[in-house]
């Protein structure tokens, strides 16, 4: 075998050492450190997913990935600004730098991707738009829809869907189209559409916290798209959007391997090099990233694991009770993979 030249020796040994080497704070990162906060885009209102309490508290599974991202970053889940945002509102308001994050039910699709200048993230919840119809209806699929009104959101992947789904089934289906969320769901309610249509998550949360009698109404069984929801960022700034995607991939590795909000402290102690790497006691992660070691195990800290986030929120735990399904780790029969940590 020919011994490799200088060139290619010198070439490796840069490589090397450049994988090595702590990454630099991109512009978004340098801002949230200036003012001490993040800002992050949510809904502004869909139970499970971001929505306030009484007191004005914030919660739900999106607000928990903005908590996480903000322990990772400043090391304290409570250093968020929630900006509430309308589907028309929320892309304007992270091109423009209003929010640093947007973690806002948002689907992926490649129009949002390629077309907005934002980047897409990493999926926190595999969803899929159904159909909500009263139950006295005597509707027991979305094809008995032919011909029927349905109340849908402007500015959003449901009315594209609808369309779609309607055309390819021949349904003639007439969507009744309102700018803001309570406005569609309020009409479906008043009897204005004969079906309400959204993603299957907003359905089961609009039933449970809308409806005088969520036993009125039904959801439909057939899901007529793909949605996978994630936090998005704007493009420009590969550090923050590498930091974003790794909080994701960190707290699915969280539950893979076991690390829970409430063991985090004693799993430290662990001689698994990869429970080690995810805690900041073994191989420094975080530096990569342009963050402390222990950015992981901060998050963790703050919201559990992926696996915790889901239950607290949208899962058995929750008062919507959505079955895990696709949310599932990818080992136990689900679609949620985590990229590896090393």
């Known amino acids: 075998m020919p011994r490799p030249s200088l060139p290619?020796?010198?070439?490796?040994?840069?490589?090397?050492?450049l994988c090595c080497l702590p990454a630099q704070a991109g512009k978004t990162l340098e801002a949230i450190r200036a003012r001490g906060q993040l800002v992050c885009g949510v809904n502004t209102g869909l139970a499970g997913f971001s929505a306030t309490d009484s007191q004005g508290r914030w919660s739900g599974l999106d607000v928990d990935f903005c908590r996480a991202t903000a322990a990772a970053v400043l090391g304290d889940g409570g250093k968020v600004k929630y900006v509430p945002l309308n589907a028309q509102q929320r892309f304007t308001a992270l091109q423009s730098g209003?929010?640093?994050?947007?973690?806002?039910?948002?689907?992926?699709?490649?129009?949002?991707?390629?077309?907005?200048?934002?980047?897409?993230?990493?999926?926190?919840?595999?969803?899929?738009?159904?159909?909500?119809?009263?139950?006295?209806?005597?509707?027991k699929s979305a094809r008995q829809l032919k011909g029927q009104t349905v109340c849908v959101q402007s500015g959003t992947t449901t009315e594209k869907n609808l369309s779609d789904y309607s055309r390819a089934h021949k349904l003639n289906l007439k969507p009744v189209v309102f700018e803001k969320f309570e406005a569609a769901t309020g009409a479906y309610f008043a009897g204005r559409c004969a079906a309400y249509s959204t993603d299957a998550s907003g359905l089961a949360s609009t039933r449970t916290k809308e409806a005088k009698n969520p036993a009125e109404h039904l959801i439909l069984p057939e899901l007529i798209s793909k949605e996978p929801l994630g936090p998005m960022v704007r493009r420009g700034d590969d550090e923050w959007f590498a930091i974003v995607k790794w909080v994701v991939h960190g707290l699915l590795e969280a539950e893979e391997y076991?690390?829970?909000?409430?063991?985090?402290?004693?799993?430290?102690?662990?001689?698994?090099?990869?429970?080690?790497?995810?805690?900041?006691?073994?191989?420094?992660?975080?530096?990569?990233?342009?963050?402390?070691?222990?950015?992981?195990?901060?998050?963790?800290?703050?919201?559990?694991?992926?696996?915790?986030?889901?239950?607290?929120?949208?899962?058995?735990?929750?008062?919507?009770?959505?079955?895990?399904?696709?949310?599932?780790?990818?080992?136990?029969?689900?679609?949620?993979?985590?990229?590896?940590?090393?």
């Open 8 to 17: 290619q020796v010198a070439a490796a040994a840069a490589l090397s050492l």
């Open 98 to 139: 209003e929010v640093d994050l947007l973690a806002r039910n948002t689907t992926f699709t490649l129009t949002r991707d390629a077309s907005l200048g934002l980047h897409t993230t990493a999926v926190t919840y595999y969803d899929g738009q159904g159909f909500m119809v009263s139950a006295k209806s005597g509707i």
């Open 258 to 342: 076991g690390v829970t909000q409430a063991n985090v402290e004693t799993m430290k102690a662990s001689a698994d090099p990869l429970v080690k790497r995810l805690l900041g006691t073994g191989e420094d992660m975080g530096k990569l990233l342009g963050l402390e070691r222990d950015w992981l195990a901060r998050a963790i800290q703050t919201t559990g694991n992926y696996g915790e986030i889901f239950e607290r929120n949208v899962g058995a735990q929750s008062a919507l009770k959505l079955p895990r399904g696709a949310n599932r780790l990818w080992n136990q029969g689900g679609l949620m993979y985590p990229l590896p940590l090393r």
